[in-house]
Structure formats: structure tokens, C-alpha cells
């Protein structure tokens, strides 16, 4: 059964006839619902969502509006966690997202908070799994097989590629990107290149990207000497925020600067340098 608003003529979004939606669930007439799809009570569609086919959404989980989500993903499935015992915790999910296949988004659990959450105008790509509490930015792109744990944070415009296996409670700053196949177990560096094939180091600025999302060259210039002070010669992580604190204090930093030093200063599981 449907609980929407019908349109004044009558028509109801396009379900097909062999999809589950279970009474309770909120799908607004400009939905596609395909084949072999099921939807729980609890769930709330916006406008303009569209699930191709076998897909399952359930639990307390909210779609904003144009998300698009392909052949048997499970989204707002029980968390993977032995404590969790049932509670009615949550999935909220921003605008304009595509989930390709197999992806897998786990909702919340009590002790970490009650949320899992995704932003908008992501892409997260086949066979990707979000975690419970885990906090998705905007803009952001997870790659085939991305695998984040629990309580993991990905800010906005980050890249997470292939094969990456990223540890609970870590931190992806924004305008980062991993190579593929990197195992995450500290936080990495904002507008940073992190990768396997430089033993899990981050080994410098993200320019192609910066540079696509309209960074300045003063701003690339900055943050590249920023990223040098971490990443090479024979400064410690305090030492090197020292000499962050000095260029600022200068005037030789912008506010991405400012944000690299809180983003570093903040860390709990330390940085990838």
C-alpha cells in the first residue's frame, strides 16, 4: 500500500506490479518503483527517486529528492553490529545520489549516535558498503568494493577508490583522494593524494582535483606548501603544525590552510603523512 498525496487526476507514482510497498511508506507520484522491489513502512521517498530493480530499502531511512538506485542494492538494512538489538535508528539521504549496484548502507545503531547519513550529489559505486554511523559529505564518489566501517567520516568531495578497506572511527578529509586498493587506518590529510602504491602514504596536494573544483593558483600554491610542511623533511606532526601556524600568522595561508591545521590538530587516530 501507498501513503502519499495523490495528484489531482488521479495517477500514483509508477510501481510495478511485482514490487513490495509495505503501508506506511511515504512515495510521492513522481516516483519509479521496478520490478521486485521492497520497501518498508518506515521508508520516506522525495520527489523524483527511481528504483530500477530488486532493490530493498527499510528501516527508518529518508530519500531526498532524484536519487537513483540500481539493481539490488539494500539500503537501510540493519547495522552489522552484535549489540544491536532492534532500536529504531535511522538513514537520511540528501539529493541527487546514484547507488549502482550491490551497494549496501547500514542505518545507525543507539550507541553510535542513532544516524547513518549521506549528503548529496554523490556517486557511490557497485558493491560499496557504508557502515552504521557513518557520515558520507557532499560531491563525494565511493568506487567499486569502497568498504567503510562503522562510525567512518568521508567530507565533502572526497574520493575513496577501489578496493579500499577503511577502519572504524577514521576520517576522510574533504577534497581527498585514496588510490585504489589503500587500506585506511588513520585519517587522512584534506586535498591530499593518498595511495598504496606509495606504502599508504599520502604523498601530495590533490591538484587535478582542486584544479576541477575551481581552486585558485594562489590557493594551490598555499596548500601545497602547507602539505610539503607535513608530508617531507624531517618535521613531526607537531613540529610541522608550528611551522602551519607560523604561515598563517604571516598571512601566508587561506582558510583551506587554517582547515588542514584544525583537521590535523583535531585527529584522535592520527594522520596518513
Not at 587500506?183 to 595511495?195: F, H, K, R
Not at 602514504?201 to 596548500?223: D, I, M, P, S, W
Amino acid at each position: 500500500m501507498i501513503a502519499t498525496a495523490q495528484p489531482a487526476d488521479g495517477a500514483g507514482p509508477a510501481i510495478h506490479p511485482s514490487a513490495i510497498v509495505a503501508e506506511g511508506a511515504v512515495i510521492p507520484a513522481s516516483c519509479r518503483i521496478g520490478p521486485f522491489c521492497t520497501v518498508g513502512a518506515n521508508v520516506v521517498l522525495g520527489e523524483r527517486c527511481e528504483l530500477v530493480s530488486h532493490v530493498v530499502l527499510d528501516g527508518h531511512t529518508t530519500l531526498g529528492d532524484g536519487n537513483k538506485v540500481f539493481s539490488f542494492a539494500c539500503i537501510g538494512i540493519a547495522p552489522q553490529d552484535l549489540k544491536y538489538a532492534g532500536e529504531p535508528t535511522r538513514l537520511e539521504i540528501g539529493d541527487g545520489n546514484t547507488f549502482r549496484e550491490y551497494v549496501t548502507i547500514s542505518r545507525g545503531t543507539a550507541g553510535g549516535g542513532g544516524l547513518t547519513r549521506v549528503g548529496s550529489g554523490c556517486l557511490i559505486m557497485a558493491y560499496t558498503h557504508i557502515g552504521h554511523d557513518s557520515t558520507i559529505g557532499d560531491g563525494c564518489i565511493l568506487a567499486n568494493s569502497a568498504t567503510l566501517a562503522g562510525h567512518v567520516i568521508v567530507e565533502d568531495f572526497a574520493v575513496v577508490g577501489a578496493l579500499c578497506p577503511v577502519h572504524q572511527f577514521c576520517r576522510i578529509g574533504r577534497y581527498s583522494y585514496i588510490g585504489g586498493g589503500t587500506t585506511i587506518t588513520q585519517d587522512v590529510l584534506p586535498y591530499s593524494l593518498t595511495s598504496i602504491e606509495r606504502n599508504n602514504h599520502a604523498y601530495g596536494l590533490n591538484k587535478v582535483g582542486l584544479q576541477r573544483r575551481g581552486f585558485t593558483a594562489e590557493q594551490l600554491r598555499e596548500l601545497g606548501t602547507a602539505m610539503r610542511l607535513l608530508t617531507s623533511g624531517k618535521r613531526n606532526t607537531t613540529q610541522a603544525l608550528e611551522s602551519m601556524e607560523a604561515m598563517l600568522a604571516a598571512g601566508g595561508g587561506s582558510e583551506h590552510v587554517r582547515y588542514l591545521a584544525e583537521f590535523v590538530s583535531a585527529s584522535e587516530r592520527g594522520v596518513i603523512k
